[in-house]
């Protein structure tokens, strides 16, 4: 079962989530929180799968409360809820830690399709997507030297993190690179542990940061 978590000040919008999440036999609602700091608060003694996330809420919007679990390492996957499909918070969300966002009218059986997809550990944002966003604000990101951590990748790591930067697949990253796809996985699931990241966007956006990646490149062939 899948324990999820609804953010929104508008008690209506969370009772809609609520009555789509709990209609399916493997999700279940476990809290509703009417502002950012509630969000956190509940987020931390209920320990959510998945946290379903507005964008503007008051005390403290949804941005925030994404950053402050990533950064107290509540392992909660965070969902963005927005009204308008804008690139600004999309990107802010992401440097905070969200795993992805969705539109507040996507259709019902896509919303729980979505809850699925990130309590998997898998990033809801298409690839493509995520490298738009990062092209367009590189120039906003820190840079600065590399992490430590990075030291503990293999070359290969290395490679494959680039790779997933530019919006490589996986299946493209093992035709890239002449492997498996099950290898490919395999070295993803080492970089996100190595680097204490949650998913591939969190990958990306890290890979942009130090400058692994620039903005507009392409992927080298061979």
Known sequence: MIRVLIADD????????????DSRDDLEVVGEAGDG?????LAGSLRPDVVLMDVRMPRMDGIEATRQ??????????????TFDLDEPVFAALRAGASGFLLKDTRPDDLAAA????????????????????????????????PPALDALSE??????????????????????????????????????KLGLRDRVQAAVLAYECGLVRPGTAPPRG
């Not at 367009?136 to 590399?146: K, S, T, Y």
């Open 156 to 193: 290969r790591e290395i490679e494959v993190l680039i790779l997933v930067a530019r919006a490589l697949s996986n299946d493209e990253i093992a035709e890239r690179l002449t492997l498996s796809r099950a290898t490919v996985k395999t070295h993803l699931s080492a970089i996100l542990f």
């Open 69 to 82: 679990l990533a950064a107290t390492g509540n392992p909660a996957r965070v969902v963005i809820l927005t």
């Open 115 to 146: 809850i699925r997809v990130v309590a998997r550990g898998e990033a809801l944002l298409a690839p493509t997507v995520t490298r738009r966003l990062l092209d367009r604000f590189a120039g906003e990101l820190p840079g600065g030297a590399p």
């Open 37 to 41: 700091v509630e969000a956190v608060a």
């Open 10 to 21: 508008q008690e209506l919008v969370r009772a809609g989530f609520a009555m789509i999440v």
